[in-house]
């Protein structure tokens, strides 16, 4: 009989078989079960696996040393953004039939590059002119529209892709954005957790990846899910209330540190004796982990989100003040940055609350007023980080799940139609640092803004293109038993790479 200590067993001191056959004779008696069960057919050795986890190197020379992407949720209109149509506006309320140029939606593309899931005819074809002016800006020329005033002036340290497409035509769009996966497909982990699992930390004192944002559907977890990864690699959620950073991450006014240090030790001790008889529970290393990692964290997070170190400059060039409409959007990126100096490999920024760029009505105000909270957030990150020579290594991506409808939603309603549908056949995204050219246009959609039609690239070719300017190659993360299609590795998006 074993002299461990006994385990809390079942209820009314009935034992499982499992546990019966682990413990007797130190686990012999599971041991001539297999042998018994191999012998008969039932059960064979496992293949050996030529695997090995990451040793945190990169693959070849990376270009970047960590993300800050960026994501506003909803689905933001590429026309009245970063991709502006004036043909829009010659043909305002006729259909795309009368416009003269080929009719989108009669295009192959249309079904290809819309996996409907929620239904609905989303067939629109009255044309809503644009309705924000645009200019060109930067020496660069790149058409940009009105409501970006403060960004318009950063083009030139940019790059657009104007030739994105997504295949869900619903907001799980949003989480196939970071996971490549169509809801009805099996998913994957996210890109955040890909570069912590294959990179691992550069710094012992801070996840690998973090998530800065707020929201209040929990399906927005879904974004910084590792997924089979294992917990140990998904994202961690930040407050940016430097008094309580983290759930349950601030020692207690009535606790010693001491006092702490030996709790932390206990449960420890704790978590490693139960490892040894359940050494593949994933979960239980990832407690491992977070407890030695929230003990170290106490000390560096409090003094990474404390934007009180920062000069008054830099808090006005983010548009940080209180009773500001741009005040919550410039913490979250002034946090960032800060991340990103001491280390963090990827932060993911959920700049706008879920589903705020979903404008099927009222688009002019909706969008008016959402760009107005975040433009000038957004420009003061990219000049924070040039100006701190950390542009060069530090690589920040701007997008959305899809875009938005050239024509004007109309589902029998009786009031005015003044927004746009959910469209994901051709939108726009951009990058900026490390790696990338800069005040550069790449792709194209129709004159109507309508289908990517030129250098198209689905959302895994936004992943691969991050994995290589970081130095991975995604085809050598593979995990043994999990099978990834071949769309899923993506291809880098070569054309903007400088």
Known sequence: MSNRARRPGPPCGRVHRRAFLTDLGMGFGG????????????????????????????????????????????????????????????????????????????DPLFKQRSRDVVGGDRTHSKILPMQVGWSRRGEAGIGVTDWWPHLGECVDDMTFVRSMYTTDNDHNAEFQMHNGRHKLDEQQPVLGSWISYGLGSL?????????????????????????????????????????????????????????????????DRLNRLNAIDHPDDEPLRARIKSYELAYRMQMSVPNVIDLSQETAETHQLYGIETGKPTDSYGRRLLTARRLAEQGVRYTLVY?????????????KKNHARSCERVDKPVAGLLKDLKRRGMLDETLVVFCTEFGRTPAVEIRGSSSPATGRDHH????????????????????????????????????????????????????????PGRKRLEIDYGTPIMDIIA
């Open 203 to 267: 710094n012992e004192n801070l996840p690998e990846f973090v998530f800065v944002g707020e929201y209040t559907d929990s399906r927005v977890e879904q974004n910084f899910d590792a997924n089979y990864l294992g917990p140990k690699y998904a994202g961690v959620t930040l407050s940016l209330d430097p008094a309580n950073p983290l759930p349950f991450g601030t020692r207690p006014e009535d606790v010693l540190a001491r006092e702490q240090a030996n709790q932390f030790a206990f449960v």
């Open 31 to 106: 041991l001539a079960l297999g042998a018994m069960l191999r012998r008969d057919g039932v059960l064979q050795a496992a293949a050996p696996q030529a695997h090995s986890l990451p040793t945190g190197e990169p693959h070849f020379s990376p270009k970047a040393k960590n993300v800050i992407w960026i994501f506003l949720s909803g689905g933001y209109s590429q026309m009245e953004t970063f991709d502006p149509k004036p043909a829009l506006n010659k043909y305002a309320e006729k259909t795309y039939s009368e416009t003269g140029y080929p009719n989108p939606l009669e």
């Open 424 to 479: 994901p056949h051709g939108f726009t995204v951009w990058l900026a640092g490390a790696g990338l050219k800069r005040g550069y246009v790449h792709g194209r959609t129709d004159e109507l803004g309508f289908h990517a039609v030129e250098d198209a690239h689905y959302v895994t070719d936004l992943h691969a293109t991050v994995m290589h300017l970081m130095g991975l190659e995604p085809h050598r993360l593979d995990v």
């Open 351 to 363: 700049l706008s609350g879920y589903g705020e760029w979903d404008s099927h009505r009222d688009l």
